[in-house]
Antibody, heavy 117, light 108 residues
């Protein structure tokens, strides 16, 4: 069974940093692109970033370029999102997802990031 | 970036109704369009990818159609489990992914 479990969310001050993790199991992690998608409270879904199988290709939403970094450790079956210079508008549930047929087919349960001012 | 305009934002319907949700892209995206269902407090669930391909395990009452800039999700006979919010996603290569604003399907 495919499982994705996010962790690392919490309360952080504006301008601060946070590193999210996503532990993957139930599939061969190294074979798949992975993704981060977020959802602000009561709002819609917003794509954050994708990463290819070996980590050499990284793609970001323009508003997050330079502040967020997606990475992976295939030996640990783990996906990461380093978030710096956090703003109030980054407050959201952050989901990690497995990409299959070019879209996210499995999602984690999400981790909540709250940026306080 | 490609903008996705989803309509309606809210839809009131009864069990057994045929329901249609549309998404329009600001430029052609070929068939790079997916649909997700999300229930409160839960992660999204993939329903349809590549415009019309049904994800494994998704009931056949869900179907997708369209191409270019105009796309449709149809639920042929609405069931109690289908009351949720639905999102389209464009994933055209060489362009950032963008979601529609969502359509909340409510009980009439």
């Amino acid at each position: 069974e495919v499982q994705l479990v996010e962790s690392g969310g919490g309360l952080v001050q504006r301008g601060g940093s946070l590193r999210l993790s996503c532990a993957a199991s139930g599939f061969t992690f190294i074979n798949y692109w992975m993704s981060w998608v977020r959802q602000a409270p009561g709002k819609g879904l917003e794509w954050v970033a994708n990463i290819n199988q070996d980590g050499s290709g990284k793609y970001y939403m323009d508003s997050m370029k330079g502040r967020f970094t997606i990475s992976r450790d295939n030996a640990k079956n783990s996906l990461y999102l380093q978030m710096n210079s956090l703003r109030a508008e980054d407050t959201a549930i952050y989901y990690c997802g497995r990409i299959h047929y070019d879209v996210v087919d499995y999602w984690g349960q999400g981790t909540l990031v709250t940026v306080s001012s | 970036d490609i903008q996705m305009t989803q309509s309606p934002s809210t839809l009131s319907a009864s069990v057994g109704d045929r329901v249609t949700i549309t998404c329009r892209a600001s430029q052609t995206i070929s068939s790079w369009l997916a649909w997700y269902q999300q229930k409160p407090g839960k992660a999204p669930r993939l329903l349809i990818y590549l415009t019309s391909s049904l994800e494994s395990g998704v009931p056949s009452r869900f179907s997708g159609s369209g191409s270019g800039t105009d796309f449709t999700l149809t639920i042929s006979s609405l069931q109690p489990d289908d009351f949720a919010t639905y999102y389209c996603l464009q994933y055209n290569r060489n362009s950032p992914w963008t979601f529609g604003q969502g359509t909340k399907v409510e009980i009439k």
